[in-house]
């Protein structure tokens, strides 16, 4: 029991394909960690499937910081105007609010982990 009473969250192993996946033009995120997922954990956790040529979506996340690692391949991502190259072993910082995009002009895919900083990200057109 935590001193509010409430019993803290069950510990939860969600593997990579039990996970909560959107697929769009652009390649797959499959979410293994939000609200519904993981209640209590404060935070959103997806791995991303960013197919070759592909862009998604430029956005913004009015409610939480982003943090996107890089795993495999490499993408351009666009934050407030400027275009920065990432390549595996790279994170992103994308703070509240920032508009942002990105970009796969490599002949494989790219796959990446992204983190927010709340368990019910909210996503905006930019």
């Known amino acids: 029991m935590t001193d509010s009473g ?13 996970g909560i996946a959107e697929r769009s033009d652009w390649g797959t995120i499959e979410w293994l960690a939000n609200r519904r997922l993981t209640p209590g954990a ?30 495999e391949g490499a993408i351009d991502h666009e934050l407030d105007g400027v275009t920065v190259r990432l390549e595996a072993g790279d994170l992103l910082h994308i703070p509240i609010g920032a508009p942002h995009q990105a970009h796969n002009r490599e002949d494989r ?14 996503t905006l057109p930019a």
Do not use: K
């Open 42 to 71: 404060e935070l959103t956790f997806g791995h991303v499937r960013l197919e070759p040529g592909a862009s998604n979506p430029r956005h913004l996340h009015p409610n939480c910081h982003e943090l996107l690692f890089v795993l």
């Open 109 to 122: 895919p790219c796959l990446v982990v992204v983190t927010y900083s709340t368990e019910d990200r909210q």
């Open 6 to 18: 409430a019993s803290p969250a069950e510990p939860r192993i969600v593997q990579l394909g039990q």
